[in-house]
């Protein structure tokens, strides 16, 4: 009983992990000012 | 003691193990993305190419054509349109720009492209564009998927605004990086004349008016890294006429531009860089963390079976009794 427990809160964490992690997610960002170019430009 | 270790030990097991398949099947495809606000730009050249001369009106060789193109992810639009759309959206705002040897605007063609952040599947919203022509893309463009199959995919042409498939021709190595070799042939199609005519004064509507039309054929080649599905290295034979009409005279036809397209060697060398490191991101979430988890979690499992099963073994001696000490006799 004990053991299933143990392995029970094992796979609760680890679920409960994931889920915040992927919840959270990446963040957006903004635009980027840079211009489209029309130029060459000198190296990347 | 030993019993409360392994029992401690067989829930550590269980959370690394259950976080292996976690991690590669539902974190992985919400958390591997293309960035938002992705800004990127790339330079490509044709040497010894042939271009035509709009004041004769006649083809000649030129030591090189540079296509300047760039790439901008538009967070505000994305926002926009994940709202109705529900998903996690990139849009691309693109701009390919064609410089002839003398530093003149040859072309422009730019485009809005929209796709699933993830599995790069084009999204159909407002906007969606090349040369402001609103255009209903299939397939991918610029990028293939994360974990790219050995298969043919569909890919946009946005001179025809049609998709045709791109072609999986096998495996190689490219600069010490393990590729997928993907080409198309688009062939001779009439397509549209730019918006913005390299010669002040002529619109494709008044070059429409004399009868004359364009014509573009190409075959593209990409070199892809499939872990992150971007291209490490592409080339185009790209070849455009114009035929009939008043304005060629007594010819049938005039090439407009022909040229063997390839990437410029510091932005082959930038490029791998990027997607190298970029591989080692993704190989994380779907390999080496996994696995790891994996291995971690079996290990921890058999450490607690065998705690568990010394705890049990018959031959130890039994815990010491607490006896009350006999109260001393008079």
């Known amino acids: 009983m004990r053991a299933l427990i143990a392995a029970t809160a094992g796979l609760a964490v680890a679920l409960a992990l994931v889920l915040t992690i992927t919840a959270m997610g990446s963040p957006a960002g903004s635009t980027s000012p840079k211009p489209m170019l029309t130029t060459v430009p000198a190296h990347p | 003691m030993r019993r409360k270790a392994s029992l ?39 040497k010894d190419a042939t271009l035509l001369d709009y004041d004769t009106m006649k083809a000649r060789k030129v030591p090189k054509v540079t296509i ?25 705002d693109s701009l390919s720009y064609v410089q002839g040897p003398d530093g003149k605007m040859v072309s422009k063609l730019p485009e809005r492209y929209i796709f699933d952040a993830h599995s790069q599947e084009p999204v159909h919203a407002t906007g969606e564009s090349v040369d402001g022509d609103p255009v209903t893309r299939q397939g991918i463009e610029f990028k293939w998927p994360f974990q790219t199959e050995k298969r043919d995919y569909e890919y946009f042409d946005a001179q025809t605004r049609t998709s045709a498939p791109i072609h999986y021709k096998g495996t190689r190595t490219f600069r010490g990086v393990k590729v997928y070799y993907f080409e198309q042939t688009i062939p001779w199609t009439k397509v549209k004349f730019p918006k913005i005519m390299p010669v002040e004064g002529i619109t ?77 991101l993704v190989l994380l979430m779907t390999s080496y963390l996994p696995w790891g988890f994996l291995a971690l979690g079996a290990g921890l499992l058999s450490l607690s079976l065998c705690l568990e099963a010394r705890s049990r073994r018959p031959g130890d001696p039994e815990p010491a009794q607490i006896t009350e000490p006999e109260p001393v006799g008079a």
């Open chain 2, 8 to 46: 401690i030990l067989l829930a550590f097991a269980v959370f690394f193990t259950a976080l292996s398949p976690l991690l590669r099947w539902y974190a992985f495809p919400r958390l591997a993305k293309i960035p938002a606000g992705q800004y990127q730009d790339m330079v490509l050249e044709a």
């Open chain 2, 68 to 92: 300047v193109q760039t790439l901008r992810g538009n967070v505000e639009a994305s926002e926009k349109i994940e709202r109705t759309a529900g998903r996690d959206v990139v849009v691309w």
């Open chain 2, 204 to 280: 494709p509507e008044s070059v429409a008016k004399t009868g004359t039309t364009r014509w573009y054929t190409t075959v593209r080649k990409f070199w892809v890294e499939p872990v992150t599905g971007a291209p490490v290295y592409a080339e185009e034979i790209h070849k455009e006429e114009l035929r009939g009409g008043t304005l060629l005279g007594d010819r049938d036809k005039v090439t407009a531009f022909a040229g063997h397209v390839k990437m410029r060697e510091d932005y082959i060398e930038y490029t791998v860089d990027l997607v190298e490191s970029n591989r080692t």
